[in-house]
């Protein structure tokens, strides 16, 4: 279950953006028992540890800390039990099972947990982070699929909680399982999951479509939402700038709408709209694309779309995941992770591009997300020729003025990533109130501290 | 704020089913500082009390308990606050709004909570029980729809935890507001929330369809959710002994779709479908009418269905609803709040009807309820004229029988009313890890469990 010799750790310190720091050790248990005997033996020795699922996440918080003595628990051997009950619509997963193992086992059975990502997490670590995506604004984040846990606590005996269940409704005192969902790992280790799942989508129909002003993008999200909240699956952002670096670094072969050499032609905003349904073409006159073509047409009437493009889900998604690849190529960059409340999104945005204005003089800013449910990748990048320590220094600069807008606009630095040493000195912009009640339950769960990852207090 | 003299108390002493215990006193704050007011008086006094909304609740949980001096919370009149935001489709409300006020305000920004019962609670009594209702299938349960909370904390200062956020995704830590949803009040007292909210439904489709057998009920349910799952609002069972309960007691003047005098041609199960949809008939050539004809229909040429009835939702429903009143009238009952999973449904119902006439042999079992999402009201009737004593004792040892048998049935005592002293002898059939978890909160966030309407220990 151990594993020594330091060449073998590599994979286990270094995180997903390439940041590495020393693991004391790391531990792969294979199942429950091998789980419990690795907490029972941190916290006899008082030692740190932090849970690693598929290594995934961009806020360290399944790497070890920089400058602290821990050890790694690998999830990545946890793979025994993908069970399917197709009749309750759910599945139970070993917290090492990742998405893409967990979907395919799901397909055969008409199945799928739509949680649409551009990575493929673990199972637990989904839900440590209450992972979001693509498609939260219709199937919702990983709380909304999560029925059952099974979650060995951080004490003495490495208690099991057995909360393994596979009910959409059960209320009998306080819902222990939402303790331990988007917590990221501080209060306990999810060991298993009952997910509820749904029927594979028949039907998808994508387009992009042009916008002038954000409170249009506004105007026909609520138009889309009115007439056809159920199949909305996706509302996605791309600024001109997102677009201005997808000009420049974009694939070979991808389709690309814009006239190539013109990028003063590029909207200001592209929006990528989807509609799914369980339901097959035959079961309708009217198929999912033409519905689709006809709120984009009303959205055009009323003066909000100003040009359109329809085709395959698969090319105009190429198109949207190239965004971040992109905007790497640009250079070296900082990424927020933001959440506001939908109506205050284009005016926060406004607020961010004057302060990185004030802040980073040296930055560009750019931005894409999930804006059907508020969510805006808000991202600053540098010119490779600055000296680092000019960009350090205006990094370091915007990052806390930038959480102090956030916190001022009722919105979150920590929209669907979790919370992790990447993002923690956020978290004093929380009232006082709330942090002392974190404090407790992480005193009360894990008082020995042997959860490593983030420092709740 | 405080109301004295006996004769006042009447109401908020008693129960929605008549059950009268007395209140110590009742205070009626209007607004969060009196609300603080009254926690750290109690606080200081050691003072038990029950807080109490719209006081719709069958488990007793928001009424005094019986043989303790304790005082009541009226939220009646903290009514102040329906804020509708329309581009981030949410509403904050104060505890005390009730559910058709609310969704009297929001149908007039064409916005809805889609939480459908047959009684009127108020917001805060909703997120205590953590509500269910008839659409749960499509549109979930409360907990799904609050993004945000402002809650007291029963401790030395009335601390409050400013959660009344507006977010729909947010992952810092623990999400304290899980805590206070679904936990019937023992853990803090909810004074406002934030919740998400629908675009009305546009067009409704209804159907009654007669199956003979249970394992047909999840046939025809797997069917419609592969084809329509993002439709599909309520799939509502009434078993025959509940028909035949509605059939001698129903109201006039209600749709009847079975021969008066024939008793025996009843259906073993009578099913309620419906689909619903944010789009308006002229969006789609096919209407959700017709979709719903083409859905039954395959369920009829599967074998599944042996009849059906199609009509005027309002129509429908009004044999739907008539079922409890129509029990009621039946004799002295004991009714259950079951769910378990729906692939084990029909298997633990078969075990109920063995168990009543095991447990109970004078009475009769009727059931319906929710099965869409594996919810059972398991209904036990005893005959009018059989000595109080023998019904008290029968129905003693089959309340106790049945707590077990749905524990081993991984299923739940209490699927969408909550947690009370109706039901809190259920309470040990939980595992002792997550007992003591749940008593550990309470101790934590309750320490002089001035709370007092359930006991978590």
Redesign the interface.
């Known amino acids: 279950m151990l594993i020594s010799g330091r060449d073998d750790l590599t994979r286990y310190e270094t995180d997903v953006l390439g940041r590495r720091s020393p693991a004391c050790w790391v531990a792969r248990p294979k199942d429950l028992d091998e789980v419990r005997a690795t907490v029972r033996w941190a916290y006899a020795e008082r030692a740190e540890l932090v849970v690693q699922g598929a290594n995934t996440g961009p806020v360290l918080a399944g790497v070890p800390r920089a400058g602290r003595h821990q050890g790694v628990v690998s999830m990545e051997l946890l793979r025994s039990t993908i069970e399917i ?6 599945v139970t997963a070993s917290a090492g099972v990742d998405l893409d193992s967990l979907n395919e086992a799901l397909a055969r059975s ?1 199945l799928t947990l739509p949680i649409d990502l551009g990575a493929n997490p673990s199972v637990g670590g989904m839900v440590a ?2 992972t ?1 995506g693509a498609r ?1 604004i ?1 199937h ?2 990983v709380r ?1 699929h999560v029925l059952g846990l099974e979650v060995v ?1 951080p004490d003495a005996h490495a ?5 393994l ?12 399982k ?2 331990f ?4 790992g ?2 306990g280790i999810v060991t298993a999951a009952v997910l509820s799942v ?2 594979l989508p028949q039907q998808v129909a994508t387009a992009l479509v042009a916008v002038n002003h954000g409170d249009d993008v ?1 105007h026909l999200l ?1 138009l889309l ?7 909305l699956s996706a509302y996605e952002m791309l600024s001109r700038p997102t677009l201005e670096a997808i000009a420049r670094y974009r694939p070979p072969g991808m389709r690309w709408p814009f006239e190539p050499s013109r990028a003063s032609d590029l909207p200001p905003f592209l929006v990528l709209v989807e509609l799914d ?4 073409a035959n ?4 198929t999912l694309e033409d ?1 689709l073509t ?2 984009v047409a009303q959205g055009s009437a009323l003066g909000w779309v100003t040009d359109a493009w329809f085709g395959r889900p698969a090319t105009l998604w190429a198109l949207r995941h190239a965004a971040i690849n992109a905007l790497h190529q640009e250079g070296p960059m900082v990424a927020f992770d933001l ?6 999104l284009f005016e926060t945005r406004d607020q961010i591009i004057a302060l990185v204005a004030d802040r980073a003089p040296h930055a560009r800013y750019a931005d894409f997300g999930h804006v059907g ?3 805006l990748h808000s991202i600053s990048i540098w010119p490779r020729d600055l000296p680092t320590a000019r960009r350090t220094d205006e990094r370091d600069r915007l990052r806390d003025a930038m959480y102090d807008l956030i916190a001022a606009a ?10 992790g040493p990447e993002n923690e000195s ?2 004093r912009r ?2 006082p ?2 942090r002392d ?2 404090a ?2 992480k005193a ?1 769960f894990d008082p020995r501290r042997i959860l490593g990852a ?1 420092d ?1 207090s």
Chains 1, 2 share one sequence.
């Not at 596979?166 to 009998?172: F, H, T, V």
């Not at 969902?181 to 990221?184: A, F, N, Q, T, V």
């Not at 349904?277 to 097959?280: I, L």
């Open positions: 009950d197709v009749l309750n619509r759910t008409g982070a209450n979001g939260l219709r919702g984040d909304r606590l208690t099991v909680l057995p909360l269940r596979r009910l959409r409704k059960d209320n009998r005192g306080p819902d222990l939402h303790l969902i988007g917590s990221s501080t209060l749904d029927p506004l609520t939402e009115a007439r056809a909240v159920e199949h349904t369980s339901g097959s079961d309708r006159r009217q519905e006809t709120l959440s506001v409340p939908r109506s205050q449910d508020g969510g009722d919105g979150t630095f920590s929209a669907e990533h979790g919370l956020a978290f929380f009232s109130e709330i009640a974190q407790a339950l009360l983030v709740l």
